[in-house]
């Protein structure tokens, strides 16, 4: 799966001298031991100061390919492109790393050409409190409706202006439909037979035909858009003016998304958090202000879909060789997998009070 250094003749610095040089006090002018370091799946991420620098790893799964050095440039380039609709003074700028004279060193974009190899690329950005974040507020408690609607106002005004989606709605019904089943696929492997998933997934299999026509309009009234993709409690900072960051930038099909949509995935989110009024609330004054309140059926069918795929995507962390945490994921897919069937149970409630 990792191509490490798979583009880069012999006399370049491999992945390893890469990291050496990213992870080093030394090269972000800070004192020793000052420099915080994560690993993701896609990236490793350097923070130090106010600073904060993402380097892609170069990686190919089934969804991206990152093996070469133009495929991560352009990624970055996307990156800085997106996040900077809902986070401008965030995302600040492309950085080229550049091998020279046998040492590495960080050339901001603007003072390229510049002697050297580049040998890789990064996304520099402005470091956020972290204390600020909404998951650490839902943590500790400290979020108020005042906070929950400016973030309302926030991605009101982001949708408002969103380009509507491309897609045809039958298109836009089809990927939906791949990806639940992806979800049926992955969950009923027989290693994770404890979850008791089939049953659960056979009601939201029928849920998504039942209201087929619903999800339909939605495509051919105009509301579905190009958005966030990834709209999590941990991406969203509560600023004076609510910030949003990390967006799903690599697949642009994956963004094309109903708002309700997005709303219902953050408010599964905050409430799995323990802040289940924060969803609802936020729902009602998005749909306030673009003129366009949310349909309880939809909400619930949106959230169950949802819950669904986090339950898959946590039972798929146990596929990886060598998973982190490993005793974390089976009761993660779980809490999730009864999400799912709290949200069925309401949209039943909901259709029979329609008959």
């Keep these: 799966m990792h191509n490490a250094g798979a583009e880069t003749p012999a006399d370049l610095p491999d992945i390893d001298g890469k990291l050496r040089f990213l992870r080093s006090h030394a090269t972000h002018g800070c004192e020793a031991g000052a420099v915080q370091w994560i690993e993701t799946h896609m990236s490793w991420v350097a923070i130090a100061g106010d600073r904060v620098l993402k380097m892609k790893k170069p990686v190919r799964f089934p969804f991206l390919d990152f093996t070469t050095l133009e495929a991560r440039e352009r990624n970055c380039r996307e990156e800085l492109r997106l996040n900077r609709r809902l986070a401008p003074d965030v995302y ?49 408690g400290r979020v108020d409706p005042a906070d929950v609607d400016a ?37 009923s492997m027989p290693g994770f037979a404890s979850l008791g998933a089939a049953r659960p997934l056979d009601r939201l299999s029928t849920a998504l035909d ?10 051919e009234e105009g509301h579905v858009v190009e958005g966030h993709g990834d709209l999590r409690p941990e991406h969203v900072c509560l600023l004076d003016r609510p910030i949003v960051i990390d967006c799903l930038e690599f697949d642009e099909e994956l963004r094309q998304v109903d708002p309700i949509d997005e709303l219902a995935f953050l408010g599964l989110e905050c409430a799995v958090a323990g802040a289940e009024w924060i969803g609802p609330r936020l729902l009602e004054k998005v749909g306030e202000a673009l003129d366009a309140p949310a349909p309880p059926p939809l909400v619930a069918l949106y959230t169950a879909n949802r819950a669904a795929l986090r339950a898959r995507l946590a039972a798929a962390h146990l596929l990886d060789d060598a998973p982190r945490t490993p005793q974390r994921w089976l009761p993660q897919a779980q809490r999730y997998l009864r999400r799912m069937a709290a949200a069925l149970d309401a949209l039943d409630t909901l259709d029979a009070g329609k008959t």
């Design 210 to 219: 039942a209201h087929d026509d619903a999800l339909r309009r939605r495509v």
């Design 92 to 140: 600040l700028r492309l950085v080229a790393l550049v091998w020279h004279d046998g040492a590495l060193r960080l050339v901001p974009e603007e003072r390229l050409p510049a002697p050297g190899t580049i040998v890789d690329w990064l996304v520099e950005m402005r470091r956020l409190p972290a204390r600020e974040m909404l998951d650490v507020r839902i943590a500790e």
């Design 151 to 187: 973030l309302a106002a926030t991605l009101a005004a982001f949708y408002r202006r969103a380009p509507r989606t491309t897609m045809s709605a039958a298109g836009w019904l089809a990927r939906l439909r791949r990806e639940h089943d992806v979800t049926v696929r992955v969950l």
